[in-house]
T-cell receptor, first 110, second 113 residues
Framework: GIQVEQSPPDLILQEGANSTLRCNFS?????LQWFHQNPWGQLINLFY???GTKQNGRLSATTVATERYSLLYISSSQTTDSGVYFCAVLGNTGGFKTIFGAGTRLFVKA | DGGITQSPKYLFRKEGQNVTLSCEQN?????MYWYRQDPGQGLRLIYYSQIVNDFQKGDIAEGYSVSREKKESFPLTVTSAQKNPTAFYLC????????????FGPGTRLTVL
């Protein structure tokens, strides 16, 4: 089945810094989503982005489907950005199951 | 106020007991999903349902069962056959299986004593 790899696994930032999170996937995909999991476990939708570029405030994302990767950019990070960021893909094969990456754990220091 | 609700928030059970986790959505979504998350890990798909009265196994269906008798409800039963059931369980829904933007409920933390 499709493999999803996220990097880096852990990231520590000073408040105000910028960062880029990466998601690589091993096969063509129908859909791709980015989520933020807060300390209480709630998954918050950030982007639904099977291809192209989207922006929402300080966050933006780009998916290059032909090269099988997606990037999540966080600018001017805040302590409330801390948590785990997940990439999830729906593959074209293998029963159309959604596969999550292992996540990037982000801690933003004040 | 539209959304996905899961209950209970915390659940404790003794070994050998079956337990049912509730998931309800009022988003009028056709597709619903159950995931399991272990500490420090990503989410793994247990079961999914594209439409009422239909569901398919995900990657880790052994020891779990589901039903989809109503569009808004997708309960998950953790049976005594599940060898390591202690985990965080998340339910999600999407408008349609082909348009797959998923929205998640707040989750249920199950602990087996």
């Amino acid at each position: 089945g499709i493999q999803v790899e996220q990097s880096p696994p852990d990231l520590i930032l000073q408040e105000g810094a910028n960062s880029t999170l990466r998601c690589n996937f091993s096969d063509s995909v129908n859909n791709l989503q980015w989520f933020h999991q807060n300390p209480w476990g709630q998954l918050i939708n950030l982007f639904y982005i099977p291809s192209g570029t989207k922006q929402n405030g300080r966050l933006s994302a780009t998916t290059v489907a032909t090269e099988r990767y997606s990037l999540l950019y966080i600018s001017s990070s805040q302590t409330t950005d801390s948590g785990v960021y997940f990439c999830a893909v729906l593959g074209n094969t293998g029963g159309f199951k959604t596969i999550f990456g292992a996540g990037t754990r982000l801690f933003v220091k004040a | 106020d539209g959304g996905i609700t899961q209950s209970p928030k915390y659940l404790f059970r003794k070994e050998g007991q079956n337990v049912t986790l509730s998931c309800e959505q009022n988003l009028n979504h056709d597709a619903m999903y159950w995931y399991r998350q272990d500490p420090g890990q990503g989410l793994r798909l247990i079961y999914y349902s594209q439409i009422v009265n239909d569901f398919q196994k995900g990657d880790i269906a052994e020891g779990y069962s589901v039903s989809r008798e109503k569009k808004e409800s997708f309960p998950l039963t953790v049976t005594s056959a599940q060898k390591n059931p202690t985990a965080f369980y998340l339910c999600a829904s999407s408008m349609a299986f082909s348009y797959n933007e998923q929205f998640f409920g707040p989750g249920t933390r199950l602990t087996v004593l």
